[in-house]
């Protein structure tokens, strides 16, 4: 399961391993939306500035399921699914500009932009098990303990 807060108000995102994605209202602790199930669950998850696109990543395994989903929260549908990783998605991360980091257990960062794929930040022997993005820097954790800090430019 993983959580994220809606920006400044009383909601959080939450990808769960029921394979359902949901909007809780935090005052009341009950869901506000509920999207439609997806076939693979979701590990990760992330908001956009804007409030409304969010992505998500899939635990898929040997190509099966391993894809990122941009969604529009007004609308409550999948708009695209982000396709190229070969493992399960474990991070990612919303950037500027219609801009998204996914990390998967395939040892690579992939950036992609308005939908599509852009560039592989990273190629690394072990899995990518964690992204942080701070003032426009992308930190990822690896599998073996150490940390890279891919260029987003």
Partial sequence: ????????????LQASEDKMLRVW?????????????DQYFHTCCD???????????????????????????????K????????????AVRV??????CTAGRDGTIRLWTDGR???TLLQSQTP????????????AGLGDGTIQLPTLV
């Fill in 117 to 119: 794929a852009d560039r």
């Fill in 47 to 77: 908001i956009a500035p804007d409030n409304v696109t969010f992505a998500t990543g899939a635990n898929g395994f040997g190509g099966q399921g391993c894809y990122a989903s941009l969604w529009d929260m007004r609308a409550v549908r």
């Fill in 79 to 90: 708009v695209c699914d982000l396709r190229g990783h070969t493992e399960g998605l474990t």
């Fill in 95 to 100: 950037l500027a500009q219609a801009r998204i």
């Fill in 1 to 12: 399961t993983s959580m994220r807060w809606r920006g400044d108000t009383n909601t959080v």
């Fill in 25 to 37: 209202d935090v005052r009341t602790l009950e869901p506000t939306v509920t999207f439609p199930v």
């Fill in 128 to 139: 990518v098990t964690a992204l942080a993005l701070h003032e426009g820097v992308l930190a």
